[in-house]
């Protein structure tokens, strides 16, 4: 076939270019001449030469014989093994194992709530998933999203516009008549298609919040429609968006295509905390100091960069190469607009009780609000078809979804397994009926999330004074004849618990988190934080 040339070509592709001897302009240019406008620097070596990652016959000079194995979607990663990865092997290895392709958290934790039994050597990826009631879950309703669903045609579509591996990410816009350009300058909308769902970071960030309007007077007042027909409201925006940061000025590369991809928790897949920027404490490096790895970084630098001139890295020692050391002061460089923003510091003084407070993670105190959905209720029907996410056809069996109660405001606050305290909401406090179940099967888990809200502290009563925040739901708090009372402002469910709690006052068993071992504050850690909050001003 021809691509078995492509490794050869591909490692000549630095000594060649467009005009220079040895190179042959192809066949392709008499009829797609406009093709060569249009690819970023990058690529521009490939203009003349349309196979090396498009296949095809480049000799003939007839259709079909020219298009003959052609392969329109390069990226899609049935197929970028042939084309994106003759050039960026390690990349493309990497991103087939993340958890944007493999979905794997997902995979673990849908299979866990449905109390599918795990093992060790079960395929836990959107790739293996069998049609047990979790994975037929995932098939109909979950799959849509992960890097290796095919692209079919180019649109910058940003709420319907998924999968294509690669071509996901780094298939830009472009204007009519040129190539796309492939390029590293990743805009939000290409993010926005997949992470405006399930936690919806993308919506968040830009302070849009889903809303379960359903009255004409509710969709009236000030509500906006996305174009797949959610009605979201504005809340605030985080403070990093009304900064102009886009998506990529924090997440870094190796982040986002699986380097530091842990198997365990999808929030351990982050290449990049908060502390990175605010209070770094990583030994600076230096251009001698370069990761051989991220060679390529060096020609991205926006500032002149003398050979002493200091990077910060993020813990997993990914060089910040867009932020400036200029003494004690930092600057940011947007990656997309290349506009410069100071960077604030971490200072101790802003950060009272440092010492009680060690657990809390940046989220507990600067998220400003988060997406909450206090109700879902699934149900399967056999008989009925539905679309079959991964086999890409109607299959039978349909899975229909319904849910109430969403709230766009402060959240609870829970515990990790490492013993953090961080922001949670529910991750699924659902009843799901199934031909295979002999009962309705409930569920009520919380799961940690980073809502990409970030502002200013809330106020300490907002979490010593507050039955959301630690998970008691909505109600009324009172304290006396020297104890605790706590009256919910919603039903009971069949669990004994407020249709929006996570936990109780007693809490002789926290509430369970998503995660194994992550739970809502025991009975004792409820008790201390109401009594150091007794002499606070109340919550407004």
């Known amino acids: 076939m021809f691509y078995r040339s492509l490794l050869f070509i591909a ?3 630095p000594l060649l270019a467009p005009g220079q001897p040895g190179w042959a302009t192809e ?10 406008q249009g690819l970023a620097p990058g690529h ?4 003349q030469a349309c196979s090396i990652c498009h296949g095809g016959d480049p000799a003939a000079t007839q259709l079909p014989a020219a298009h003959t194995g052609l392969v329109a979607f390069p990226g899609n990663l049935e197929n970028a093994a042939q084309a994106c990865g003759t050039c960026h092997p390690a990349q493309l290895a990497s991103v087939s194992a993340s958890p944007m392709h493999t979905g794997t958290h997902m995979v673990k934790i849908t299979r866990r709530v449905f109390g599918q039994q795990l093992f060790a050597d079960t395929d836990q990826t959107l790739q293996g998933l069998a049609h047990t009631p979790a994975d037929s879950l995932l098939r109909k309703l979950c799959a849509s999203c992960h890097l290796g669903r095919e692209k079919t045609q180019h649109r910058h579509d940003v709420t319907h516009d998924q999968g294509g591996g690669c071509l996901a990410c780094h298939l830009n816009r472009h204007p009519k008549g040129k190539h796309p350009e492939l390029t590293v300058k990743v805009e ?3 993010c926005f298609g997949c992470h405006s769902r399930s936690s919806r970071v993308a919506l968040n960030y830009a302070g849009l919040a889903e809303t379960d309007a359903t009255t004409p007077a509710q969709v009236n007042t000030g509500l906006a429609r ?6 979201v409201e504005h809340r605030p925006a985080d403070v990093h968006h009304q900064a102009g940061m886009s998506c990529i000025d924090c997440h870094t590369g190796n982040g986002l295509m699986g380097v530091v991809a842990d198997a365990d928790r999808q929030d351990q897949s982050v290449d990049i905390a908060c502390s990175d ?3 770094n404490q990583h030994p600076h490096i230096k251009l001698a100091d370069w990761p051989v790895q991220h060679q390529a970084m060096l020609k991205r630098i926006p500032f002149p960069a003398a050979a002493g001139q200091e990077f910060l890295t993020t813990t997993n020692g990914t060089p910040l190469w867009h932020i400036e050391v200029r003494g004690d002061d930092l600057v940011l460089h947007t990656k997309l607009a290349g506009q410069r923003r100071s960077i604030p510091s971490y200072l101790a003084a802003d950060h009272t009780e440092q010492s009680e407070h060690s657990r809390l993670t940046c989220n507990a105190c600067h998220t400003q ?7 879902c209720h699934l149900d399967y029907s056999p008989d009925e078809p539905q679309w079959d996410l991964v086999e890409r056809k109607e299959t039978p069996g349909r899975w229909s979804q319904q849910r109430a109660g969403i709230r766009n405001d402060l959240p609870p606050l829970g515990v990790t397994a490492t013993g953090d305290i961080t922001t949670f909401v529910p991750g699924m406090i659902m009843s799901v009926h199934h031909p295979d179940f002999e009962a309705p099967l409930f569920r009520r888990l919380f799961g940690s999330l980073s809502p990409h809200t970030t502002g200013p502290a809330r106020r300490c009563a907002s979490c010593h004074q507050s039955p959301v925040a630690l998970g008691l739901g ?3 708090l009172e304290h006396r004849t020297g104890q605790w009372l706590f009256r919910p402002a919603h039903r009971t469910l069949q669990d004994g618990l407020p249709a929006d709690a996570w936990t109780t006052l007693e809490a002789r068993q926290p509430g369970d988190g998503t995660y194994p071992d992550d739970r809502s504050f025991n009975g004792e850690e409820l008790h201390r934080i109401l009594d150091s909050g007794r002499n606070m001003h109340p919550v407004e």
């Open 188 to 190: 939000d909308g290409r």
């Open 226 to 231: 996305l174009a797949d027909g959610r009605l």
């Open 11 to 13: 490692a000549c592709l």
């Open 474 to 476: 909505e109600g009324e």
């Open 27 to 36: 066949g392709c240019l008499a009829c797609h001449d406009d093709m060569t």
């Open 277 to 279: 920027c605010h209070d």
């Open 369 to 375: 609000w988060a997406p909450q959905c206090y109700a």
């Open 44 to 47: 521009r070596i490939t203009e």
